[in-house]
């Protein structure tokens, strides 16, 4: 029997699913075959507009429009010409339903799940040849594949990039490469920001004083400089640490937080109580946002 088995969307630029039809089937060859469309996902900017790649009993068909793709998986036997109304019909509801700024702005995996309710009724009616006379104008589609026929990817061509792919995919998605995304800054957390700059700029300037004033007294403690500029990288190193996803990433604050603290405490005889008190605060607020801002989880897969 021939019909249309499976579909995703995806962004063009990084591969980011954006939404799938669920689907329980538990076919080996289909399962095979979704692990094709994952590593395609990730280099659809590659390829031409249109594509076609067969899997074994099924065949993969793809588009892409304004940095959107559109994936499906169809038995082999199924019209070509139907394979492709089908995405072009995806296509133009989905441009029409979803703003292109909001489809750049998406973070998470499945951001647009709902769009799964018109996936699955396009693919019955797909499914149902006779429901599509009057909804569809097959010819325009036959005369479109004849004057540009989808390139034909080969198996060969798929495996050469599905190693690099798959690592590359599990870097964004699982949680393991130090480019993984955090959730969004919050006011609290600007604000720490803000605060430990401020801070750092402070270290910064007196520790530029101090230099002065060893060049102009002989006498001065060099130790202070190294104090002052020690403060300074340790705030920059807070900020970063907040901005970006690391290994080890509370540890690294907390001892970011304690090397503000003896720093501080050294330089005791330069600042009044309220001073070390306030860069003290500073820092211990900025550690606890780095706390709360935490990686993005990954999404349900939805049988994907």
Same mark, same amino acid.
């Given at each position: 029997?021939?019909?249309?088995?499976?579909?995703?969307?995806?962004?063009?630029?990084?591969?980011?699913?954006?939404?799938?039809?669920?689907?329980?089937?538990?076919? $080996?060859?289909?399962?095979?075959?979704?692990?094709?469309?994952?590593?395609?996902?990730?280099?659809?900017?590659?390829?031409?507009?249109?594509?076609?790649?067969?899997?074994?009993?099924?065949?993969?068909?793809?588009?892409?429009?304004?940095?959107?793709?559109?994936?499906?998986?169809?038995? $082999?036997?199924?019209?070509?010409?139907?394979?492709?109304?089908?995405?072009?019909?995806?296509?133009?509801?989905?441009?029409?339903?979803?703003?292109?700024?909001?489809?750049?702005?998406?973070?998470?995996?499945?951001?647009?799940?709902?769009?799964?309710?018109?996936?699955?009724?396009?693919?019955?009616?797909?499914?149902?040849?006779?429901?599509?006379?009057?909804?569809?104008?097959?010819?325009?589609?036959?005369?479109?594949?004849?004057?540009?026929?989808? !390139?034909?990817?080969?198996?060969?061509?798929?495996? #050469?990039?599905?190693?690099?792919?798959?690592?590359?995919?599990?870097?964004?998605?699982?949680?393991?490469?130090?480019?993984?995304?955090?959730?969004?800054?919050?006011?609290?957390?600007?604000?720490?920001?803000?605060?430990?700059?401020?801070?750092?700029?402070?270290?910064?300037?007196?520790?530029?004083?101090?230099?002065?004033?060893?060049?102009?007294?002989?006498?001065?403690?060099?130790?202070?400089?190294?104090?002052?500029?020690?403060?300074? $990288? #340790?705030?920059?190193?807070?900020?970063?640490?907040?901005?970006?996803?690391?290994?080890?990433?509370?540890?690294?604050?907390?001892?970011?937080? #304690?090397?503000?603290?003896?720093?501080?405490? !050294?330089? !005791?005889?330069?600042?009044?109580?309220?001073?070390?008190?306030?860069?003290?605060?500073? #820092?211990?607020?900025?550690?606890?946002?780095?706390?709360?801002?935490?990686?993005?989880?990954?999404?349900?897969? !939805?049988?994907?």
């Amino acid at each position: 029997m021939s019909m249309v088995v499976f579909a995703s969307v995806v962004r063009v630029k990084d591969g980011l699913p954006l939404s799938a039809s669920t689907d329980y089937e538990q076919d $080996a060859e289909l399962q095979e075959t979704k692990r094709h469309i994952k590593t395609l996902s990730k280099k659809l900017g590659q390829f031409p507009d249109r594509c076609s790649l067969k899997s074994g009993p099924y065949n993969v068909n793809f588009t892409s429009s304004l940095g959107v793709g559109y994936l499906m998986v169809c038995t $082999a036997n199924y019209p070509n010409v139907l394979a492709f109304c089908f995405l072009d019909e995806l296509q133009r509801e989905f441009i029409v339903t979803y703003e292109p700024k909001r489809i750049g702005s998406a973070v998470r995996p499945y951001s647009f799940i709902e769009f799964d309710t018109f996936i699955q009724k396009t693919k019955q009616r797909y499914n149902n040849p006779r429901s599509l006379s009057t909804k569809i104008n097959l010819s325009d589609m036959q005369t479109e594949i004849k004057l540009r026929p989808p !390139y034909a990817l080969s198996l060969d061509e798929l495996q #050469a990039l599905n190693g690099f792919s798959r690592n590359e995919s599990s870097a964004k998605y699982n949680g393991i490469a130090p480019t993984q995304l955090l959730e969004p800054v919050s006011l609290p957390g600007v604000v720490s920001c803000v605060l430990t700059v401020l801070c750092g700029g402070l270290n910064l300037l007196r520790g530029v004083h101090a230099i002065e004033s060893i060049l102009q007294n002989d006498g001065e403690d060099f130790n202070y400089v190294i104090a002052f500029f020690l403060g300074t $990288a #340790a705030c920059i190193y807070q900020c970063c640490l907040f901005a970006y996803f690391s290994v080890w990433r509370s540890g690294k604050s907390f001892l970011a937080f #304690a090397l503000i603290c003896l720093c501080n405490m !050294y330089l !005791y005889e330069l600042r009044n109580v309220w001073q070390i008190l306030f860069h003290v605060a500073v #820092a211990a607020f900025m550690t606890f946002q780095i706390r709360l801002r935490q990686p993005i989880g990954k999404a349900p897969d !939805y049988n994907v």
